[in-house]
């Protein structure tokens, strides 16, 4: 694959990524997506939905990440980048299992044996989805820093990273009232701005070298 070409799907996956995650976002408003939630909420069309949807926009985001690192390559801090690339590598393949247990597992278990559901949640199951989310805040942090520092993309997208990071961090902290509907949607439209901004870069860059690889020969010709 050309860099041409690997920029225009890498962009284009990362701006479907981030339309698919804020579909998701306004969709956690009407469905309790935490893994503690009642059994029956695990039966219910939109929990499936909004799970799949975090997959699809987890999995995106994944295909855009090998132009990202293409562009950071050679610069101030690519090996801060390749490291924050390597945490949310992880992290997006253990959130990608969280979610295919969220939407293949949970639903047949809480239908046929919540008790097992009840017993297994008051174990220390949840250090597995916190797992995850720390392997990508500790990357996004990096990969924040890395933007930062290559100035291969505008300032904007680096602090965006390192605020959606921060972000992150908090929303645990806050479990009822205001803040904790409020910091989650921060974070999700911090997170979108930044990987949909990167995603029009990596797009505009492949039409300009489409453009210049068509314009060479001609002037060769010449």
């Known amino acids: 694959m050309s860099s041409t070409q690997l920029f225009r799907v890498s ?76 945490f949310i590598l992880v992290g997006t393949f253990l959130v990608l299992g969280m979610a295919g ?43 924040g820093i890395a933007v930062l520092r290559a100035k291969v993309f505008p300032s904007l997208v680096g602090y965006l990273l390192l605020a959606s990071a921060v972000l992150t961090l908090l929303s645990p902290l806050f479990q009822s009232g205001l803040l904790s509907t409020l910091l989650p949607l921060l974070r999700i439209i911090t997170w979108a701005a930044a990987y949909g901004w990167i995603g029009m870069i990596l797009v505009q860059q492949a039409g300009v070298s489409g453009e210049a690889a068509a314009y060479q020969p001609q002037t060769a010709l010449r």
């Open 11 to 86: 962009g284009m996956s990362l701006l479907l990524g981030t339309l698919v995650g804020l579909i998701d976002a306004l969709l956690s408003f009407f469905v309790n997506t935490s893994f503690t939630a009642p059994p029956a909420t695990f039966q219910s069309p939109l929990w499936p939905t909004y799970y799949s949807l975090s997959f699809a926009t987890i999995a995106l985001t994944l295909i855009g990440l090998p132009a990202l690192y293409f562009r950071l390559r050679g610069q101030r801090g690519d090996r801060l980048g390749f490291f924050g690339l390597l």
């Open 101 to 143: 247990y969220f939407v293949s597992v949970l639903p047949v278990v809480a239908s046929k044996a919540p008790q097992v559901l009840t017993a297994t949640f008051e174990s220390d199951f949840d250090i597995f989805p916190l797992g995850g989310s720390l392997f990508l805040t500790i990357g996004t942090i990096l990969l």
